[in-house]
């Protein structure tokens, strides 16, 4: 192989590898019966106790034929919508000096 081909051998390595590493970083996925559905809601048990209610659109895919009881695997991802500054953090006091 010439230096031509490594090089760009090389270059497709790192741009997939980078890919499939960003895409797997904030995805999250939940699994169990749905407990409700509304336009802009679905709420699932998990672990047989916690509801958890997942946030839906028009844009979510595979959300217009789901209904009560169904059991469903739900993939999500999370964004911060704000974020406050509390300052730095305290620092720890030092124990009895000896």
């Known amino acids: 192989m ?6 760009l051998l090389a ?10 590493f960003a895409a797997s970083v904030n995805d999250y996925q939940i699994t ?3 407990l409700e559905v509304t336009d802009n809601m679905i709420a699932v048990q998990v672990d047989k ?15 217009s034929d789901i209904k009560v009881g169904d059991k ?6 999370m964004t ?9 953090a305290a620092a720890p006091k030092d124990e009895k000096k000896k």
């Open 32 to 34: 169990g019966p749905v």
């Open 2 to 7: 010439n230096t031509k081909t490594l090089s």
């Open 80 to 88: 911060a919508a704000k974020i406050e500054n509390k300052g730095a």
């Open 11 to 20: 270059v497709a390595t790192l741009a997939l590898g980078c890919h499939s």
């Open 49 to 63: 106790k916690d509801r958890w209610e997942i946030k839906k659109d028009a844009s979510t895919k595979g959300a």
């Open 72 to 77: 469903v695997t739900i993939h999500y991802t």
